[in-house]
């Protein structure tokens, strides 16, 4: 049986500790493309929870306590492992998820890029020793693990949402419990499995695999031996989950939705401006919480924006992300369609302009056809909600600070992208944006090596970079005092 095949199949099992379990009651999985169920998987519920809870907090003992070398080199072995078996991995992340094989294989490499990077930090994990205030005293500062964390994550990035919380957590000593999203846990186990197979302590990772998730959640953000709550999705979840983690004072990291703006300047080059727009909107269909949701572009150069965007949109290939030259893959459900429909009806009811798209596509029921409208404003729904999907709404302005104005009317603030090359304008919108992260004629920018992170109601905490590795770290002080 092929490494694939075992994720294929009626019976795919959770991981608690060092035994894959199997449930009474299984979940379907579907392939979002065609609508086929490729796998029925392990309906876990809370005695689970609890029982991963336990034997990560076992495992952690003596996790905790291994040398940093030692967890470098298995984590570098998993990321290894992950690598060698990157094609296998991004062809289950294309049959549960939809998104094309090629953005598929980027994300193998993406979110193993995390465990590397980790498995170096891993060294680096460093206290202090501090200046003393009385001559028979000395002031040490231990960076120790925080314990056992919970990953809720979701269906987006199946794979770089888990290892971008699991490699720095498992590098600072922490163990783990995923609660992956029931859309793709495929994923997410053969991941897991492959920790094991690189030698990671049983329980050090466990997998708990739910239709429905509220009473696993329960567990993760009410059983006091967990320690930190790393969630990424839907900001009223995250809320949920926040409020449940203060009865226990759990730390807390939340990635949740954004509005993005993307503004593009009169000077901007124009070019440049639509190849970074076209990969910022429409990667993975729209789905992710840094997709451009908003285009703000100035009045002198509006009209030709509109309208080259249009032509590279119309130039997408939409169809089953595993045939060769497709560009836009289905969204993950129904709901997702009907989000997507809903807003495009919303704005042109309000007198936007339908470029192209604006329907489902033909590919099949989940596809829908990649949308630009123009003469979008303020009142339209698509303003002030994440779309999720490949729509491009694009609003006109005239003055920068209405463009900065109108990028910052919102809760949210993870992501905002510009296109300008006045230094002066780049500098002040740089530094005005209320955003977590900025793209400056740069479409894409997520990487291991910088902090991601949102502001305002989308989040808190940085995941990547060193600032990634101490969100799953305490501090300890210590004074040696009588010397
Ligand atoms: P999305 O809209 O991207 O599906 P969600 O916020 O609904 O975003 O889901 C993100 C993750 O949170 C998924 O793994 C989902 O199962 C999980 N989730 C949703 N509701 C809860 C809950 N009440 N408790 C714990 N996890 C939850």
């Not at 075992?6 to 894959?20: C, F, I, N, R, T």
């Not at 949402?161 to 699991?166: G, P, V």
């Not at 900025?438 to 894409?444: D, K, L, Q, R």
Request: aromatic letters at 8%.
């Amino acid at each position: 049986m092929g490494f694939i095949d075992q994720w294929l199949k009626a019976d795919v099992p959770g991981l608690v500790g060092s035994e894959w379990r199997h449930t009474g009651t299984t979940f379907d999985v579907d392939n979002p493309a065609t609508g086929e169920i490729i796998a029925q998987v392990a309906d876990m519920g809370a005695d689970d929870a609890r029982d991963a809870v336990a034997a990560a907090y076992e495992a952690g003992s003596a996790w905790r306590k291994t040398p940093a070398k030692q967890r470098h080199a298995l984590l570098h072995r998993w990321f290894t492992l992950i690598m060698e078996h990157a094609d296998d991995l991004a062809r289950l992340m294309t049959l549960e998820q939809g998104k094309p094989l090629v953005e598929s294989r980027g994300e193998v490499a993406y979110g193993a890029s995390f465990i590397e990077f980790f498995a170096e930090e891993a060294k680096r994990m460093a206290g202090e020793t501090l200046p003393t205030h009385a001559a028979d005293k000395r002031l040490l500062v231990l960076r120790e693990p925080v314990g056992v964390v919970a990953a809720i994550t979701p269906w987006n990035f199946p794979l770089a949402m888990i290892t971008r919380k699991c490699a720095p957590a498992l590098a600072a000593g922490c163990t783990v419990v995923i609660k992956p999203a029931e859309a793709t846990p495929l994923t997410a186990l053969a991941a897991a499995y492959l920790a094991l197979e690189a030698g990671l302590p049983a329980g050090t990772i466990n997998v708990v695999t739910a239709k429905t998730p509220a009473a696993v959640g329960d567990v993760l953000t009410s059983d006091a031996r967990v320690r930190k709550v790393s969630f990424t999705g839907s900001t009223p979840v995250g809320k949920h989950l926040m409020a449940q983690c203060a009865s226990t004072v759990k730390k807390t990291a939340m990635e949740l939705g954004g509005n993005a703006p993307f503004i593009v300047f009169d000077d901007a080059d124009i070019d440049a401006a639509v190849s970074g727009a076209l990969a910022s909107k429409y990667r993975n269909a729209g789905q992710t919480c840094v997709c451009t949701n908003r285009f703000l572009v100035q009045d002198g150069i509006y009209d030709r924006f509109v309208a080259k965007l249009a032509e590279r949109v119309e130039a997408l290939q939409v169809g089953n992300g595993l045939e060769d030259g497709t560009t836009i893959g289905p969204l993950i459900n129904q709901a997702a369609i009907d989000k997507v429909q809903r807003h495009v009806d919303d704005a042109v009811s309000q007198g936007a302009r339908l470029i192209c798209g604006g329907k489902p596509h033909a590919a099949g029921e989940r596809f829908f056809a990649p949308t630009v409208l123009a003469d979008v404003t303020p009142d339209m729904r698509v303003a002030t909600e994440e779309t999720f999907g490949p729509l491009a709404p694009v609003f006109r302005f005239t003055k920068d600070e209405d463009a900065i104005a109108m990028a910052n009317d919102t809760p949210f603030g993870l992501a905002a992208y510009f296109y300008a090359s006045d230094y002066r304008r780049i500098w002040h919108t740089m530094e005005a944006l209320e955003y977590g992260m900025v793209g400056v004629n740069e479409g894409i920018i997520s990487t291991e090596l910088a902090p991601f992170g949102g502001v305002k109601e989308s989040g808190l905490g940085r995941e990547g970079s060193h600032h990634g590795l101490e969100e799953f770290t305490e501090l300890k002080y210590v004074c040696v005092g009588g010397l």
